[in-house]
Every structure is written in C-alpha cells, then in structure tokens.
C-alpha cells in the first residue's frame, strides 16, 4: 500500500493579511532581464540571410563570428529607465547583461564575404555560401 500525503505551501494556511506581510513591497513592475537573441534564417541559392533581433545592443557591444558552418553572435545589453518626482529619483530600473546565440547551417559560409548591418535594433547577416561545399552523391564501388 501506498501512503502518499499532499503538502500545500504553507501560504495555502495564512490569512490574507499575513501573505501581504510575507511579499516584499514593489513601486512598480520589476525591470525586465535581458531579452534573449531571436533569429529569422532564409536560405538562397547563393546565401544565408539572418535577422536577428537585438533590442538595448549597441553598434559596437555586438560580436559575430563565424567558423566553417557554425555561425555565433553575441551582445551585451544595456538598458535604464528612471522615473523622477519633483527632482528626487523614486524608481531606477535597469539592467546590464549579456546574450548569445549560436547556430550552425548545412554549407559552410565565406566568412571574407559576410555583410553586418544593425538597423534599430535588428542585426542583419548576409552569409554567403562558400563555393565547392556543395553536397553531392558519392558512388559506391
């Protein structure tokens, strides 16, 4: 026989005006983390096309590399917000961190040819293929 027993969190049990002593006391919203790197990959013929959204990076925190296929971005991040009241500040909220992504393609990339552009918070890649990588049969003898 099996006897397992339930237990609730002990806040199930405290009356209403204990839990609102329990929680510490917040102006506003807490500022958010770091936003995590999203990418949009297409694929050309000739080329990869990456978009990847990097919101608060600026132009020179953002690192790209790329090694053979393996393509890896990575930004630090920086954001604040600071609400005044009559000339004292009340709430400062902001954070600094960093993201990073990595993926891999199935050809490997020319990494001489690759284009970097970063437009309102959008980084956008152009990978071209490197000649010859090019998949093909291989005849079994």
Do not use: C, W
Request: overall charge neutral; hydrophobic content about 35%; cysteine-free.
């Amino acid at each position: 026989m099996n006897a397992l027993t339930r237990l609730d969190r002990i806040e199930d049990f405290m009356p209403e005006f204990f839990r609102r002593l329990s929680r510490p006391l917040t102006l506003s919203e807490p500022a958010p983390a770091p936003a995590e790197i999203r990418i949009d990959v297409s694929e050309s013929e000739k080329e990869y096309q990456v978009r990847a959204e990097i919101p608060g990076a600026k132009k020179d925190d953002i690192r790209v590399s790329v090694d053979g296929n393996f393509v890896s971005i990575s930004a630090e991040i920086r954001k604040e917000k600071e609400e005044k009241s009559a000339g004292r500040t009340l709430v400062r909220e902001s954070y600094y961190g960093s993201a990073s992504r990595g993926f891999s393609l199935p050809y490997e990339i020319d990494s001489k040819a690759v284009v970097a552009r970063l437009e309102d918070g959008i980084l956008k890649l152009t990978l071209p293929k490197r000649e010859g990588t090019a998949a093909h049969a291989i005849t079994i003898q």
